[in-house]
C-alpha cells in the first residue's frame, strides 16, 4: 500500500497525473504497463511533468543524468540532450564485491557505463549560456561511473525523448567508480570503456561516442538545469551518457563496466522493492 502521506500529495489536484503515477510505480516497484495519460507533446511540458514528480520525490537531487535525444527529435527539439534528477540515496561507491543495482520487474532496465563528472562549484544562477571552457572550469574531478537506467514503464524509450524526460529522465541510480587521473589532459579518446553481462562482452568503445564527448554534456546541462532555475551546486554528479551503449539487463543477471587503468565495476541487478511496505508495514 501507497505511504498516506505520498497518497495525500499525488491526489492534489494541482499535482499532474502523471507525475504522481510515475513516483508511486516507483516508490511501489510496480510496473506501468502503459504511460499514465497522455504522452507530453513538448519540452516544457516533459520537463514540467518531471518538475512535479521530483517535488514529490522523498529525497534530494545529488546530480543529473544527461542524456542523447537522436534523429529526428534533436532537430525537431532544437537540442540534442535531456536531463534526468539521480537521488542522493541512490548514488553508492562501487568497492571491491558486486553493487547491488535495482531494475523495475516488468519495466525498463538497462547499464551504462559513462564518464561521471563532479561539479567543483556552484553554477552562478542566471547564467543561462555556456561555452564548452566555462563549463570544464566548473568540473571538480572525473571518475567512471555505471548508470543505472530504469523505470517502471518497459517502453520508456519507445516513444521518443519527452517520454523518457517525464519519467526521471529513466535513471534509477549510479555508481560511482574510480577518478580518472589526468582528466584536465587527456580526449574522450583516452577513455575505452568495456560492458560485460554475465560474463558476455556486450560493447566497447571510448568516451568519442558521446557527442560532442563528456564536457558537452556538462555544458548541456548546465544551461537546461539553468534554464528550469536549478543551477548545478557543488558536489553533484554528472552522468554524462553512455560510452558503449544502453544494455538492457534483468533482476539476476551481473554486469561488469571496466575502464583502461581503472578498478572495474561489477553490478549485481536485483528486483526495485516496495519501500512504501517496508516504510509502513500492514
Known sequence: MADSHLSTRTGDPAVDPRAA???????????LPAFPGIMPATL????SIQS?????????????????????????????????????RQVTNATSAP???????????????????EIGADAPAGKHNWTLAEAIEFAGNTRLGVEIASSPFPEINDHG?????????????????????????????????????????????DARSVPGGPFESLRAVLEICAR?????????HISTGAVTGVHMIQPGQ??????????????????????QSQANPA
Open 21 to 31: 503515477a510515475f513516483v508511486e510505480a516507483r516508490l511501489t516497484g510496480r510496473a
Open 44 to 47: 516544457e511540458e516533459a520537463y
Open 52 to 88: 512535479q514528480a521530483i517535488r514529490l520525490w522523498p529525497d534530494r537531487v545529488a546530480g543529473w543524468k544527461v542524456g542523447r535525444i537522436n534523429a529526428p527529435w534533436d532537430a525537431q527539439l532544437g537540442t540534442d540532450r535531456l536531463a534526468g534528477p539521480i537521488f542522493d
Open 99 to 117: 553493487t547491488p543495482i535495482l531494475i523495475f520487474s516488468g519495466g525498463f532496465g538497462a547499464v551504462e557505463g559513462e564518464i561521471v563528472i
Open 161 to 205: 525523448p519527452l517520454v523518457t524526460i517525464a519519467d526521471f529522465g529513466n535513471n534509477n541510480g549510479l555508481i560511482l567508480g574510480r577518478e580518472v587521473a589526468g582528466w584536465r589532459q587527456a580526449s574522450p579518446g583516452d577513455w575505452k570503456l568495456r560492458t560485460s553481462i554475465d560474463g558476455v562482452e556486450v560493447g566497447a568503445a
Open 228 to 236: 528550469r532555475e536549478l543551477p548545478l551546486r557543488r558536489g553533484m
Open 254 to 275: 551481473s554486469t561488469t563496466i571496466k575502464m583502461d587503468g581503472l578498478p572495474a565495476i561489477t553490478c549485481r541487478a536485483e528486483r526495485a522493492p516496495n519501500t
